[in-house]
């Protein structure tokens, strides 16, 4: 018997299967498993890109790819019909948007497209998304239920966590989002590090748990895309990003609601921390749609050394 055809006598766990077995509430279900679909007419979208800048700028003053935007579209239509969503907030949207009859049940977030700058060079690249049961102008510990992301590279992955553990699965060759990972579970320390900020912006404290790294040997692994440095992490199952307070820019670069609330989400969900160097990132108020933060995500130990850093250093 040939491999391929062994490959199809193996059971494999779907992600409805998967979510149904994990007892996810039915809507919550059918809401992420919507998203998971859009994520490969995202994909779709990126393989048909030619790549043009747009010309225009978004909200935070970035140069934009008319991908970013074409992502949130096909995203908010997708949602609008979903019967399941009452508000849609976007790193490409300036404000909240009302979806559907107002009658949905959940709030929703998006980076569409986090890493477009990326494209030109075919790195991996990813979409964000995190679920609230109700305004997301408040904290994540509050109103989370789930966060997902989906990973465009040299195959598309997704991790989802509805606070039943984090769990990856990976879209296969016949279009279905297949188990690859249950329970990902980060070790209390790990070996690489991923940083974001220039070396002249770094705080002292900061400068200082980057040499206490570098003495223990980690090693260096940082893209330039969020989702996927964030999931080398998790994937490796341990190790630290970190976007610092930078001298300049003590909020980071980093959006809370859009980007750092469902990646915090999830590495906690994957037994790892997720602070802004002092406050755990799901206790962080978000007061604007456009709050940065610093961010230090991955292993405990790490992430608590940090913390060490930053306070002898202040
Ligand atoms: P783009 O979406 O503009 O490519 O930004 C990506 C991002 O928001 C995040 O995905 C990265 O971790 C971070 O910015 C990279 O920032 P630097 O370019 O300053 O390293």
Redesign the pocket.
Known sequence: MGEGISDYTKFVVDLRRHMWMAGVEMELRRLIWQIAVTGKYISAKIHESNRKLAGLRNVYG??QLAL?RSADEILKNQLHHSGFVRQYASEEQEAIVEIGQGNGKYYVTA?P??????VDTNLS??TIIGIHRETFLTEGERSMVAALYITYGPLITMVYSAGKGAHEFVLNREGEYVLSQENIRLNEQGSIYSL???RKDWTDGHRQFVEFLEGRGYKLR?S????P?INQVLIKKGGI?T?PALKKNPHG???LLF?LQPMAFIATQAGGMATDGHRDILSIPVEELDQCSPIYIGSSFEIRKASEFLEQAS
Do not use: A, H
């Not at 497209?113 to 990326?118: C, I, N, T, V």
């Not at 330039?224 to 989702?227: D, E, N, S």
């Open positions: 970035e140069e970013d980076d497209l986090d890493g477009s700058s990326l690249i990813g974001g900020g220039l940082y330039g895309g969020f989702v440095d990003f976007y670069k980093l959006r980007e």
